[in-house]
Each structure stands twice: as structure tokens, then as C-alpha cells.
């Protein structure tokens, strides 16, 4: 013990004349900092109630709850997060994993309130002070990735190869990928919401990520009967508003699909492991058309007990999406593995059966509903100059009948004017016979009806994509054709509509081409339908009006895919089939 | 009368849970006979949290703001902790600069909780003011930490990949002031602390901890470095970026409170000089990689124990995965176990009864350590 040690200790009462360190709250606060973990705010217009903030929070303080001014619609589940304040411990995990980065966390956490119930509430809706405040903790998913990732990319052939032959450019997933891609689902259930035909796609790509194939398949054939053509050509919906797909790529569904029905030699044999049709009811439907509707209601149908007749005027099924549908997306070599499980449901299929006016009122006579799903079979008229000429061709007609078997000419210089499907398949078919293509379109490459992968890939082998070209005629010259066209300008349609091309000035170009395809879409053909039927339809814009379960109002007839008004693509018109089934099931028993 | 507990020559007390000089929610059975204990009973059950079962009902990522409770002054060395087992198992490959923000954020909490229970060391003997200041450098390095992760004392900051968010712009200069403020500060904390003449009265001699109980108990940390053992996991089992940074094992050979307040003096220094150095060396390059779907995120099957060195000693997790989405088992093995069961019961035998807490405030016993599962 040393003298200093007395004296030391009551040095320490120097400090009393110092600036104390204690914050003298409330005449003056302490602010969180930029990065504090307060209380939560929402951007309610960005989130779409996908829940991840609920399902990853540990002390149960999220439940998705319902708000006034929103509603659920596709890809929005209409729910917010609410959060209880008695729950929460701030650790932000529900900000990090936000699908969307709607949420965040503010730096206000004082908040006195002698109302306990009101410790619970829904950020964003329920206003509170720091709503607009920027402070606080926000996601930043660059790095983390916890709110979005990369896909697993899907290996495809090199452009310069696929452009040699018909020969399917996707290659497919090995099981461990298609594992690590079906693992990024986060089961919100978002996309069943926006897939027409609403399969259960969480579902199956947890069968999928586990391994359990048969199961995924299964799943598939629940509400889809295509899922090999779905696993190749579908529009998936699903993947557009996929939670993942908003701070990183939308999970693979399509790809997914396709992987599980490649792996299985027969589809059948898996469904008959624990699947019996109903006992046969004696009612009997007649189906025209073996396109995606058709084949979808008639399967349905069959498992429900009815003697379930398909007539096709050609002498396969699949439709025009079987047929006009190039090689290299949707190989024929799955017709057979799908034909399969219709023919072992029992569907009954007539081939070269046409079916004419006066048969439909026999039809309808003889059979307890008759369901129509003739589609679409001609392609639409274009009115220009020298539509006529020789070597000016309709890219449909083309399509259908298999260019790549290559008994058609394509030409050496070839010009595809339209910018939907049938545009860029008839590009790329052409490529693939080893013609130079340029594809025409009016409008910008952005509203391209056409799907955006396709358009990528047609870049990628090499076809020559012109945006804003208005046609304005086709003439004939030594070496071949002519196309003149003019440049447009886009004007904004005041009424809130897609941008209008206007021509940009009077100078006109030409492209020397030896063909010209003309893809600007399919019309319908209802010659086949009698008077005394198409008279009671309601047909508009050459398709028949129908209610939501598919029925055209006239007794026992219904009818759906293309020839009805929708989307056009082969999800919808799988969703039309099973929705006809249900009802004339339904009408069926009522009656 | 050792270990006599016969109701006419001693008195019993029943010393906690609620008494402010309880290291927390803990008590002791005591029986005295005058001023001297003649036998001690620790009794824990006051905190009914059970952690490690918690743990287990919670997918891997959910546990990783779940762990930092387990201890308040310290939440890190469970994040820590819990990453480095889940990072092994997972066969995660932590970014450099990472590991080196990493051993930052430990060094920071470390000095915060050695500020802390040194003031507090005083405070047990009624130098309340030494608690007070004790207490408040640490809240300049929570404010640090504020700027940091966004929470003062649950950081969930370390993460199973790497760490949450980079540092934050002048984070540097942010420590840097705060490392001036307190090595400014700290001799005043010394004149009322090591340089009191009542402090020592109270503490040199006091508490002895005989060096052969080291490895009969497997005392660790401060509680062992006090009595002249150079055991520091930093050092024997460098974990993160400690292999690379240049410092000696704090030891003093007192063997009694004041020797055990002494180390956690020099480890406040240590600390200081161990984040300047950190800062200086402080890798460039990614925080973090990235982390499967946390919700399908599955741990191969495996078992694994990893240790870091806390402000009390060693701190272990063992975590077993049976390739589910949740953990199968995991325990949290804590010093406390041993330096308020163990040891202190053979301590305050013989011990004054004025100085029980004393006693456990030097051990810096922390009772969810003893009892998290129990």
C-alpha cells in the first residue's frame, strides 16, 4: 500500500467538472444510426405478400394478414406482413430475405403508446412516424444473395452447332442440378397463382429438389396432362412472377418440368402405380381436336368415367402445337411417351376423322356434351402489295408441314415479317436449311409477342433482327423479291395502349430476298359448324365467346384453347380442357 | 468447521437470485458461522430459457440471431462460435476479409465486456463510481457496434458465410476516436480502481485461486491467467485472423481478485493494441459468400466442436447434424460451469461473507452458461 493510493481515488472528482457523458433525454435525444434495427417499414406497392419475411422469422412475429386496398391477383397474394412488437427481436433476417427488398427496418426505436395492442401492426399500412424516414436497415442483396440468386443456368448447344440441324438446342439438366435449381423455390405458391392451368408447383419442385421424380410426375398430371410439351414450350407464367425472379432469376419451373419427364422412359407406367380411373358412368363426350384442350379434357373426362371420343382431321394428335412447333424446341420424339398415357386412360381417338357440319348435329345428338378445341388453322390475311407473288409464303402453313424433314425449299435469302412464335420459328427454321434471315417487325423488340429466350437465341444464331420496319410492299425482280419498307417512329398511344409504329419520313428501303413469310398470326376456320349452331354462338373476332367453365351457352356444347378468346398457348388451353371436364362432370350429375 | 452445515453452530442464507450482488440469475446456498462461510451450495434454474433445446426446433439460419442471447455482454463469441461449426460441417470457405472483420467485431465485444467487469469489480466492493464509468466506455464501443450491425447489444452480425454487411463508411476513424477516448480515460478509472487503496484492501489476498486447481478444474481465461497460466485459446488454437496478429498472453501470478482485475486491465490494453493492429492489416476482397436457400439449407451429416477464446476463456459449441434442416444436438460448453459451480463453492469456503460477491464477480460468472439446457 503506497501514500498514492489515498490520495489517488479523490483525483477523481475532477471529472465533476467535465461535460457529462449521459445523454439529457428528452431535451436531447440519441438517433439510431444509418444502419439501426428499428421498427419495420414496408413499400407496400412493391411487396407482394409472398411471405418468406413470415416463414423465415424464429420468434413467430410475422402473420401475413389481409389489408384494405389490396386484393390478391396474380403473382400478389393480396397479404402484408403484420408484426407483433411483443414478439419481435430485431435481428432483421425478415429484411435480409424480403423477395422483393420492400421491407426494411428504421432507425426509430422509441415509440410510447399506452394501448398494448397496438405493439402489433401492419408496417406500411398502419401509418407511423418513420414511414418516410430513409435511416435504419435496409437490404442490400449483392452480396448476401439471401433475397434472390442466380439460376442454374441451363447447359444449350453452341449457337454455330444448333444452327446445323434440327436437333433439340436445350440439353437438359443432370439430376444434381436440377436438385440445386428446384432447391431455390421458397414455397410461397405465388406462381400457382398465375399458372392458368394452377399446378402445384412447390409441390413438385420439392419433389423434385428431394429426388422424388415418380411423386413430381404425379403432381404434374393432377392438373396438366402435357407436361412433357409444358417442360419444353410452355409460356410459364409461373416463372414471370416468381418471387426469386425479383432481386435474382426466376426458378427454372419449366426447365424443371421437363427434367422430371425426361426421366422417366414411360409417363403411364409411373401414373398406374396408385392411379385407377372412376368406374365407367355410361355417358359419352365427343371432343374435336387432339390439340392441348382437347387431350386435357378428354384425359379428365376418361378418369371420370366417361367414354371420352376424340376426333382429328389430320393423322396424328397434338395439335398445332404438336405439329407447327419446330424440332428443335419440342422434339416429336415425346408425341409418343404423351399419346401413351391418353391411349391407357382409355381415351378413344378417331384419326382422319373430319368432322363437318352435318356430323356436329349428329354428334350432338348421339353424345352427352360435345367439346370443341379445333384451334386455330389458318393464317391470318396481309394486306400489301404482292402478298401474291410467287415466293411470298404464309410462315404457318410452312411450320406445319415439317420443314425438317427438308423437303421444303426455304430459299437462300429469307424474310419473316411478324414478331411473335411463328415469326421466330420460321427464322430459325430456315437457318437451320441454311438460308441468311431477316425478321421485319413493326414495333420495337421489346413488344415482341414472342417469347424473350427465343428472340436471344435467334440473335445468337446469327438472324438479322429489324425492329421499327413498316412493310409497305413486295415486288418481284430478276433475282427474286423485293421488300420495301419504311422506318417508324413510336408514338404513344394516348389511350394507355402498346406505342404505335407511324412512319418516320417518306424514304423508302428494300431488302433482297429469294422468300418472304408472312407471320402475323392464326384465325379461326368455323365453316365446319352448322347454322343452326353457330347461329346461337356468340362469336367474336372469329372466336367463340364462352363463360368461365368453358360453356358456349348453347345446350351440351363447350369449348376452349385457341378457338375460344385467351392467351393462345398451350397452358391456357390445357387449363380450358380440365375446366370443360369439370363442367360437364358437374352438369352431368345435376342433371 | 468446514463444510459443517449443523443448524446450531451456523446460520444459513440463501444468497440470490434477487440480490444486486449476484452475478445474474443465480444464487447460493450458504451456511456461515459468524463472518465465515463454512459451506457453499450454487443453485441455478432461474433462467428458464433452454437454449439448446430452442435450437434444435429452428432451421440453421434461424438460430444464428437465436445464439447471441445466450450471452448479453458478449454476444459474439456465439455467433462466432456457431459460424465456425456450421461453416465446417457445410465445408464453407470464409472470405478474408471477413475473418478479419470478424476478429475486429471480437475484439471490440471483448473490450466492451472487460471495460464492464472491471469497473464492475470495483462496484462489488461499493466503488460504485468505477462501475458507473466502466459501464459507460463500454457504451462508446456499443455505439460502435451500432454503427456496425445496427444493434447495440445483439449484434447478428457474424453470420455462417462470412459477416452481415461491410463496414460501414469511416468505420475506422469511428474506432479509432473511440480507442483514443477511452485509452485517454482509462488512468482515471485506474486511480479509482488499482490505485485504491480500498480496492486493494479488498482484493489483494482475497479470492485466492490456487494454480494446481487449473487443471484439476480446468479453469480457463482471466479466472486462470490470474494465477500465472498462459492458457488463451487465441494463442493456442488460433481461430480467424489471431495467427496473424502480434501479442503475448496476458498472465499475472496474484493468484487473487486483484491479480484476476489485473489481467482484465492488461487485456483492455491488449484489446486496444489488437484492434489498431486489425485495422491496419484489414484485407480487402468479399464479406461474405453465398448461402444456399436459407429455408432448404441442409448440413451434412456430422459432428464438430469449435472454441474461441471469450472474455471468461474457452467457449465451445459442439453441434451435431444428422443432414436435416435443423440442427440434431448442440451444446454450448461456457466457463461459467466450472468457475460458479465448481470452483466457487470451494472458494467461499473459509471465504468472509462480505466478499461472496466479490468472490463471483471476479470469476465473472454468467449463470446462463451453467444452465442453458438444464
Redo the contacts between chains.
Keep these: 500500500?503506497k501514500f498514492?493510493?489515498?490520495v489517488?481515488?479523490f483525483?477523481?472528482w475532477?471529472?465533476a467538472a467535465k461535460k457529462a457523458?449521459t445523454i439529457p433525454y428528452p431535451k436531447k435525444s440519441n438517433p439510431?444510426?444509418?444502419?439501426?434495427?428499428g421498427f419495420h417499414r414496408n413499400d407496400l406497392d412493391k411487396c407482394i405478400g409472398c411471405g418468406r419475411c413470415e416463414?423465415?422469422c424464429?420468434n413467430l412475429a410475422i402473420s401475413m394478414v389481409e389489408v384494405k386496398d389490396s386484393q390478391p391477383i396474380k403473382g400478389d397474394s393480396g397479404l402484408r406482413p403484420s408484426v407483433d412488437y411483443g414478439r419481435c427481436?430485431?435481428?432483421?433476417?425478415c429484411v435480409?430475405?424480403c423477395s422483393t427488398g420492400s421491407l426494411s427496418?428504421s432507425n426509430s426505436y422509441s415509440w410510447p403508446t399506452d394501448n398494448a395492442d397496438a405493439c402489433a401492426f401492419i408496417p406500411g399500412s398502419d401509418e407511423k412516424a418513420w414511414d418516410d424516414s430513409k435511416k435504419?436497415?435496409c437490404q442490400?442483396n449483392s452480396?448476401?444473395?439471401?433475397a434472390g440468386?442466380p439460376r442454374v443456368e441451363m447447359p444449350v448447344a453452341e449457337p454455330d452447332e444448333r444452327i446445323k440441324s434440327f436437333e433439340e438446342v436445350v440439353r437438359g439438366y443432370s439430376p444434381e442440378q436440377a436438385a440445386a435449381e428446384a432447391?431455390?423455390?421458397?414455397?410461397c405458391g405465388l406462381c400457382v397463382t398465375a399458372c392458368p392451368a394452377n399446378m402445384h408447383i412447390p409441390e413438385y419442385l420439392r419433389a423434385i429438389?428431394n429426388g422424388d421424380y415418380s411423386h413430381a410426375v404425379k403432381l404434374f398430371f393432377d392438373n396438366n396432362p402435357l407436361p412433357e410439351m409444358c417442360g419444353k414450350v410452355c409460356t410459364r407464367e409461373c416463372e414471370s412472377v416468381c418471387a426469386m425472379g425479383y432481386q435474382g432469376e426466376a426458378i427454372a419451373i419449366r426447365w424443371l418440368k421437363r427434367f422430371a419427364c425426361e426421366w422417366f422412359e414411360s409417363l403411364s407406367d409411373v401414373l398406374a402405380v396408385d392411379e385407377k380411373p372412376l368406374e365407367p358412368n355410361g355417358r359419352r363426350v365427343a371432343i374435336v381436336g387432339t390439340g392441348p384442350a382437347g387431350l386435357s379434357a378428354a384425359y379428365y373426362l376418361t378418369r371420370m368415367g366417361f367414354e371420352t371420343h376424340v376426333f382429328e382431321k389430320d393423322g396424328e394428335g397434338g395439335g398445332v402445337a404438336q405439329s407447327a412447333i419446330p424440332e428443335y424446341r419440342l422434339p416429336s420424339g415425346g408425341y409418343e411417351k404423351q399419346m401413351d398415357v391418353f391411349r391407357k386412360a382409355g381415351v378413344k381417338f378417331h384419326y382422319n376423322a373430319e368432322v363437318c357440319c352435318d356430323d356436329i348435329l349428329k354428334i350432338s345428338d348421339d353424345y352427352d356434351a360435345v367439346f370443341i378445341a379445333a384451334g386455330l388453322q389458318r393464317s391470318s390475311e396481309f394486306t400489301i402489295p404482292g402478298v401474291d407473288l410467287q415466293g411470298v409464303e404464309h410462315a404457318f402453313y410452312f411450320l406445319m408441314n415439317h420443314p425438317e424433314d427438308g423437303s421444303i425449299e426455304a430459299g437462300r435469302r429469307v424474310l419473316v415479317v411478324g414478331g411473335g412464335n411463328v415469326a421466330i420459328d420460321t427464322a430459325r427454321s430456315c437457318k437451320r436449311l441454311g438460308a441468311e434471315v431477316v425478321i421485319s417487325y413493326r414495333r420495337r423488340i421489346e413488344d415482341m409477342p414472342a417469347d424473350d429466350e427465343e428472340i436471344q437465341e435467334a440473335v445468337e444464331e446469327g438472324i438479322d433482327l429489324r425492329p421499327q420496319n413498316i412493310p409497305i410492299r413486295i415486288e418481284e425482280t430478276d433475282s427474286g423479291l423485293l421488300y420495301i419498307y419504311a422506318e417508324a417512329l413510336m408514338i404513344d398511344d394516348p389511350a394507355g395502349g402498346r406505342p404505335k409504329p407511324v412512319r418516320k419520313d417518306d424514304i423508302e428501303h428494300g431488302i433482297e430476298v429469294d422468300k418472304v413469310f408472312l407471320a402475323i398470326g392464326q384465325s379461326s376456320d368455323l365453316s365446319f359448324l352448322p347454322d343452326e349452331i353457330s347461329d346461337n354462338l356468340n362469336i367474336k373476332w372469329g372466336r367463340i365467346q364462352v363463360d368461365e367453365h368453358q360453356y358456349t351457352g348453347v345446350k351440351n356444347i363447350y369449348a376452349g384453347g385457341d378457338i375460344t378468346p385467351g392467351a393462345g398457348d398451350v397452358i391456357t388451353a390445357i387449363a380450358d380442357g380440365m375446366r370443360a371436364a369439370k363442367a360437364i362432370a358437374e352438369s352431368c350429375r345435376t342433371e | 468447521m468446514n463444510g459443517s452445515t449443523d443448524p446450531l453452530k451456523t446460520t444459513p442464507l440463501f444468497f440470490g437470485p434477487q440480490h444486486p450482488g449476484v452475478t445474474g440469475n443465480m444464487s447460493v446456498e450458504m451456511w456461515f458461522d459468524g463472518d465465515e462461510i463454512t459451506r457453499a451450495i450454487t443453485h441455478v434454474g432461474y433462467l428458464h430459457r433452454g437454449f439448446e433445446k430452442l435450437m434444435e426446433r429452428r432451421l440453421w439460419i434461424q438460430n444464428f440471431p437465436l445464439v447471441c442471447r445466450i450471452c448479453v455482454p458478449e454476444s459474439d463469441i456465439n455467433e462466432e462460435c456457431y459460424a465456425l461449426a456450421v461453416e465446417k460441417l457445410d465445408g464453407i470457405e470464409v472470405p478474408e476479409r471477413a475473418r478479419w472483420i470478424r476478429t475486429l467485431v471480437l475484439e471490440l465485444a471483448r473490450l466492451g465486456v472487460n471495460l464492464m467487469s472491471f469497473g464492475g469489480q470495483a462496484g462489488t466492493i461499493g466503488l460504485g463510481t468505477g462501475a458507473m464509468w466502466g459501464i459507460t466506455f463500454r457504451d462508446f464501443v456499443l455505439d460502435l457496434f451500432e454503427e456496425l450491425s445496427g444493434g447495440r447489444i445483439y449484434h447478428v452480425y457474424v453470420q455462417p458465410g462470412g459477416v452481415r454487411r461491410d463496414l460501414p463508411e469511416g468505420f475506422k476513424k469511428s474506432v479509432l476516436s473511440v480507442l483514443d477516448k477511452i485509452g485517454e480515460r482509462l488512468p482515471e478509472l485506474d486511480r479509482l480502481t488499482l490505485n485504491n487503496a480500498v480496492f486493494k484492501q479488498r482484493t489483494v489476498g482475497v479470492g485466492i485461486v490456487k494454480p494446481e486447481w487449473i487443471d484439476e478444474m480446468g479453469l480457463v481465461g482471466p479466472v486462470a491467467r490470474g494465477s500465472g497460466s498462459r492458457r488463451d485459446v487465441r494463442k493456442d488454437a488460433p481461430y480467424e485472423a489471431y495467427g496473424e496478429l502480434d501479442f503475448e498472453v496476458v498472465t499475472e501470478d496474484g493468484c487473487d481478485i486483484y491479480s484476476r482485475a489485473l489481467v482484465r486491465r492488461r487485456e483492455i490494453d491488449l484489446s486496444m493494441n489488437l484492434i489498431r493492429q486489425i485495422l491496419d492489416l484489414m484485407p480487402g476482397g468479399p464479406i461474405a459468400v453465398p448461402l444456399p436457400n436459407l429455408t432448404e439449407w441442409r448440413i451434412p451429416p456430422g459432428e464438430i466442436y469449435t472454441r474461441v477464446e471469450s472474455s471468461r476463456g474457452e467457449y465451445g459449441y459442439y453441434v451435431v447434424s444428422d443432414g436435416s434442416l435443423r440442427p440434431r444436438r448442440i451444446h454450448v460448453r461456457g466457463p461459467s460451469y466450472v468457475h460458479a459451480v465448481t470452483l466457487l463453492e470451494r472458494m467461499l469456503v473459509g471465504a468472509n461473507i462480505a466478499d461472496v460477491s466479490n468472490i463471483m464477480v471476479s470469476l465473472t460468472t454468467c449463470p446462463p452458461e451453467i444452465e442453458r439446457s438444464r
Design positions: 500500500m498514492t493510493d489515498i489517488s481515488p483525483l477523481a475532477s471529472r457523458d439510431g444510426s444509418d444502419r439501426y434495427r416463414e423465415i424464429q427481436c430485431w435481428c432483421a433476417l435480409d430475405v427496418l435504419g436497415y442490400d452480396i448476401l444473395q439471401w440468386s432447391g431455390r423455390c421458397i414455397q429438389a
